[in-house]
C-alpha cells in the first residue's frame, strides 16, 4: 500500500483479555518498528524487525508482550491480560535499511483497557 | 546507553517569529543519526529533518534547519518564519550504529504559534 497501514485503529477491552494489533508496512521496507505511546507523552520504544528477525527486544515491557513477523511483512504486536497500564496508543513504523533512512509511521491503534 | 533530552516542555513563539526547539543527546558511539519529527493534534508523525553524525554542514529542509553542535551533543531544530500550523509536538529522535536501525525519541517539546 501506499502507507503504513494499522488495525484495528480503536480497540476496548476489558482487563485480562488479550488484544491483538496488527501492522501492515509499506512495500518494500526491510525494517519494522512498535512504539507505544501514552497520553500526552513520548514514544516508548518497543521492538524492531529487520525482516522476520528482532534484533532488539529490549523494550518490551513484560513477558505479556510479543510480537512477530512473517514473509518480512505484516507484523502482530500481542498483549496477553492486558492491565490498565497497557492503555496507550500503539504506533507501527517502517523504513528502508538505509542508514538516514526515516521511519514512516501508521496513524497507530488506540487501546483502551477497562 | 543512549539518551535524547528535550527540555522545553512548552515553547510560544509569535507567527512570522524563529523559534528553536533544544535536543541534546549522549552516546559513546560515533555513529549515529539525528531526526525531528513533527506531531500534530490529529496524531500523525512527519519526518522533518535528518543530520548524520559525520555530515559537515547543518542539514536543512524549508523552513527547518538543524543547528548540530557535535562538541556540545545538541541538535536543536530552528523554524523560521513560524505559522500557525507549525503547532505541534516536536521529537528529537537518535539512531546508533551499534543499536542497528531502532530510533530512540525525547519526550518532546509543545510548540504553540500564536497569531
Known amino acids: 500500500g501506499a502507507g503504513v497501514s494499522q488495525s484495528p485503529s480503536n480497540k476496548v477491552t476489558e482487563k485480562g483479555k488479550d488484544v491483538e494489533l496488527r501492522c501492515d508496512p509499506i512495500s518494500g521496507h526491510t525494517a519494522l518498528y512498535w512504539y507505544r505511546q501514552s497520553l500526552g507523552q513520548g514514544l516508548e520504544f518497543l521492538i524492531y524487525f529487520q525482516g522476520n528477525s528482532a534484533p532488539d527486544k529490549s523494550g518490551l515491557p513484560s513477558d505479556r508482550f510479543s510480537a512477530e513477523r512473517t514473509g518480512g511483512s505484516v507484523s502482530t504486536l500481542t498483549i496477553q491480560r492486558t492491565q490498565q497500564e497497557d492503555s496507550a496508543v500503539y504506533l507501527c513504523?517502517?523504513?528502508?535499511?538505509?542508514?538516514?533512512?526515516?521511519?514512516?509511521f501508521g496513524e497507530g491503534s488506540r487501546l483502551t483497557v477497562l | 546507553a543512549q539518551k535524547i533530552t528535550q527540555t522545553q516542555p512548552g515553547m510560544f513563539v509569535q507567527e512570522k517569529e524563529a523559534v528553536t526547539l533544544d535536543c541534546t543527546y549522549d552516546t559513546s558511539d560515533p555513529s549515529y543519526g539525528l531526526f525531528w519529527y513533527k506531531q500534530p493534534s490529529s496524531g500523525e508523525m512527519i519526518f522533518l529533518i535528518y543530520?548524520?553524525?559525520?555530515?559537515?554542514q547543518n542539514a536543512t529542509e524549508g523552513r527547518y534547519s538543524l543547528n548540530f553542535q557535535k562538541a556540545r551533543k545538541s541538535a536543536n531544530l530552528v523554524i523560521s518564519a513560524s505559522q500557525l500550523g507549525d503547532s505541534a509536538m516536536y521529537f528529537c529522535?537518535?539512531?546508533?550504529?551499534?543499536?542497528?536501525?531502532?530510533?530512540?525519541f525525547g519526550k518532546g517539546t509543545s510548540l504553540l504559534v500564536t497569531p
Open positions: 513504523a517502517s523504513s528502508s535499511l538505509s542508514w538516514a533512512g526515516e521511519l514512516f
Open positions: 529522535a537518535m539512531r546508533i550504529r551499534d543499536s542497528g536501525y531502532a530510533l530512540n
Open positions: 543530520q548524520g553524525s559525520y555530515d559537515q
